[in-house]
């Protein structure tokens, strides 16, 4: 059964900067398509920045520029650096896999199927 674990969330002060992780076991092909998607108060979760089964990434408006979203595919296991953090960042960060290959763009949460937990990542201002 596939499991995602996020780790790196946390308090930062506007500016800063944070490295979220998402390790992924059990069962997965290292291509498969995986993301960052938030849920920030009073929203609905949504999409921040994928990588799909080429490698190939797209972000959010919000986050271009800021945020680099990137794999370690030996290791299945993905990274978010989220540098000049604003305090409207402040959200629930959550990490999503596709069970199968998907090659293009999308933010859409419906192209994914696994969840994390979620990581909480706050931003002072």
């Known amino acids: 059964q596939v499991q995602l674990v996020e780790s790196g969330g946390g308090s930062v002060q506007a500016g800063g900067s944070l490295r979220l992780s998402c390790a992924a076991y059990?069962?997965?092909?290292?291509?498969?398509?995986m993301g960052w998607f938030r849920q920030v108060p009073g929203k609905e979760r949504e999409g921040v920045a994928t990588i799909d089964s080429g490698a190939v990434t797209t972000y959010a408006d919000f986050v271009k520029g800021r945020f680099t979203i990137s794999k370690d595919n030996a290791k299945n296991i993905l990274f978010l650096q989220m540098n000049s953090l604003k305090p409207e960042d402040t959200g629930i960060y959550y990490c999503?896999?596709?069970?199968?290959?998907?090659?293009?763009?999308?933010?859409?949460?419906?192209?994914?199927?696994?969840w994390g937990q979620g990581t909480q990542v706050t931003v002072s201002s």
């Open positions: 999503a896999i596709r069970n199968a290959y998907r090659w293009g763009p999308t933010l859409l949460l419906g192209d994914f199927d696994v």
């Open positions: 059990g069962g997965l092909h290292s291509n498969y398509p």
